[in-house]
């Protein structure tokens, strides 16, 4: 089994959406209903930011052309785009926030 490794980085405040940088790769971590959700910032269709779309407890929609996308596989569910996005493992240690690089 191939071993995940993490980042620590900020929590965001409950409810809201922060863009951290992991490796390069722009990453939104929500906070969403206290669940804590990452995945890749740029979306698949043309490369907007998904951070200024709209986040629920299973998807995120774009704000450009209203894609959307499957927050626990990454898959597109509605609008233009066919690639998926990348979802990321979170995990808490204590007070740290981990996410998967
Ligand atoms: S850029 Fe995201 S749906 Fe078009």
Redesign the pocket.
Same mark, same amino acid.
């Given at each position: 089994m191939k071993k995940i490794e993490f980042e620590a980085v900020a929590r965001p405040a409950p409810g809201a959406a922060s863009v951290v940088t992991i490796d390069g790769v722009a990453v939104v971590l929500a906070d969403v209903g206290g669940r804590l959700r990452a995945f890749d910032d740029t @979306?698949t #269709? /043309? %490369? @907007?930011s998904l951070a200024g779309g709209t986040i629920d407890a299973s998807s995120v929609t @774009?704000p @450009? #052309? /209203? %894609?959307r996308f499957d927050l626990s596989t990454g898959v597109p569910l509605d %609008? !233009? !785009?066919v690639e998926p996005i990348r979802v990321r493992v979170v995990r808490l240690d204590g007070d740290r926030v981990l996410v998967e690089r």
């Open positions: @979306c #269709h /043309r %490369g @907007c @774009c @450009c #052309h /209203r %894609g %609008g !233009p !785009p």
